[in-house]
């Protein structure tokens, strides 16, 4: 893990505030020159605490009207194939986050689809028919708020 | 809002797998001219197709180790348990996300902490402590296998 300065601070809250800002930006919104800004955005990536940037796009707008979270059990633990039923839910295009968690449930999915119609289509055939997979709950997500990193 | 055709389909897909890319270089691997290229991405993002840039902080990297995503019923009576809930989920620091959902749970959200310990303060003073909560469920985060907010364009 590196050190952090409140300087590296700074830069981390102005790009979660806003991933679009160049080197320029971020040294104007901290205080620092554009090469300065941009030796320490790189020291950021490369130690990992940056790890990429996404582009953001507007679900709805591009027909994607529904985002559901999805809770599934696995059936018969112990005996399971946890990596084959890993690899073919990773694989699925619409499973946008897969999480392995502890409690009621053992995965937890975010699917996103054109509508509730489609995502039966892809609970049935694709989730449902994954190996090992018991009881499921799905959840769609009316609202979305605050998606936003880091106390840093 | 213009329709989007396939042309603005296959931009939209080579930004998504490589945001960083400049404008010329998504021409490129779109098969199309810079100016071409350069014009559509402005148009979708003024009709607010393109929304922006996100960076991907590591939490770990920064200290926090522990997340747990809390579901959440309310308690349906009170009538403002929706609003009196949320506006005191939003003020609190350590919950990064929060989601209204259609389902079992009213409610879903993620909480960051350092470690255990600091967990169980948070659960404590803060979140046990939020409005009109009916039942809460938490599930602890083991490992993300897969994290992307691409769509299957």
Redesign the interface.
């Known amino acids: ?2 050190d ?1 300065d409140d300087l590296d601070r700074a830069i ?1 809250r102005a ?2 505030a ?3 800002l160049n080197a320029k930006q971020v040294g104007e919104a901290v205080g620092l020159s554009q090469p300065a800004a941009w030796r320490r955005i790189r020291r950021l990536e490369e ?13 709805a ?2 027909g ?1 009207g529904v985002t559901v ?1 999805v ?1 599934v059990r696995l059936a018969a633990k112990g005996r399971l194939d946890l990596e084959g039923f ?1 690899r073919a ?2 694989a699925i ?13 053992d995965y ?1 999915l975010r699917v ?1 689809a054109r509508d509730l119609s489609d995502f039966e289509r892809i609970l049935r055939r694709r989730i449902m028919t994954l190996p090992g997979v018991g009881a499921v ?16 | ?1 213009q329709v ?1 055709d396939d042309i603005d389909r296959r931009i ?1 897909r080579v ?2 797998e490589d ?2 890319l400049a404008v010329a270089d998504v021409a490129g691997r779109a098969r199309l001219s810079t100016g071409a290229c350069a014009r559509r991405i402005d148009r979708m993002e003024r ?18 180790e522990v997340r747990v ?1 809390l579901r959440v019923t309310l308690d349906k009576t009170t009538p403002r348990a929706f609003d009196d809930f ?1 506006a005191g989920a ?1 003020a609190l ?13 009213d409610v ?1 959200m993620d909480v ?1 902490a350092r470690d255990l310990a600091h967990y169980q303060e948070i659960y404590r003073t803060k979140i046990l402590a939020l409005p009109h909560i009916a039942e809460i ?17």
């Open positions: 893990m590196i952090l981390l790009l979660a806003d991933g679009g130690a990992g605490v940056i790890r990429g940037r996404r582009l953001v796009l507007d679900r707008k591009l994607f979270y809770g890993e839910v990773t295009p619409e499973v946008q986050v897969v999480q392995h968690v502890l409690g009621v449930f937890r996103v709950e799905s959840n769609v997500m009316l609202s979305e708020e605050k998606d936003q990193p880091p106390l840093v | 809002m989007l939209l930004m998504q945001p960083g009709d607010g197709v393109i929304l922006g840039r996100r960076v991907e902080i590591d939490r770990r990297a920064l200290g926090y995503f949320l939003r620091p350590e919950v990064e996300s929060i989601q209204t959902l259609l389902g079992r749970v879903r960051t469920e938490a599930l602890m985060l083991v490992s993300e296998l897969k994290s992307t907010d691409r769509l299957p364009l």
